[in-house]
């Protein structure tokens, strides 16, 4: 499976941006997927995921409220609706998945997803 992702940009705080990733094939029954970011000089950070079948989602604490994860299983994509966008959500934004069903601790963890797609950088200015 390759994952390719989309949707970066610049904008401004306050703002809005929506990234996607998608999958080069059918998502297997075991399936998790979701989003990594990674600002310069500093490790990266978890920021949500989700497992492809059922309801069972996690976000990162600093974009809880403002960032809501979905899937579109008909186009094997995974989108990343970002809003009330801040300046420290500037980062590199890498998406990663696993052909696994993760549980909820184990998603925040990045060595958990053996899949990544290429890094889409968003920048927000204030």
């Known amino acids: 499976v390759q994952l390719q992702a989309s949707g970066g940009g610049l904008v401004l705080a306050g703002g809005s941006l929506r990234l996607s990733c998608t999958a080069s094939e059918r998502a297997p029954s075991g399936y998790t997927a979701g989003w990594f970011r990674q600002a310069p000089g500093k490790e990266r950070e978890f920021v949500a995921a989700l497992r492809w079948s059922g309801t069972t989602t996690a976000y990162g604490d600093s974009v809880k409220g403002r960032f809501t994860l979905s899937r579109d299983r008909v186009t094997n994509t995974l989108h990343l609706q970002m809003n009330s966008l801040k300046p420290e959500d500037t980062a590199v934004y890498h998406c990663?998945?696993?052909?696994?069903?993760?549980?909820?601790?184990?998603?925040?963890?990045?060595?958990?997803?053996?899949?990544w797609g290429q890094g889409t950088q968003v920048t927000v200015s204030s």
């Open positions: 990663a998945a696993t052909r696994r069903n993760l549980i909820l601790s184990s998603m925040r963890t990045e060595t958990e997803y053996d899949l």
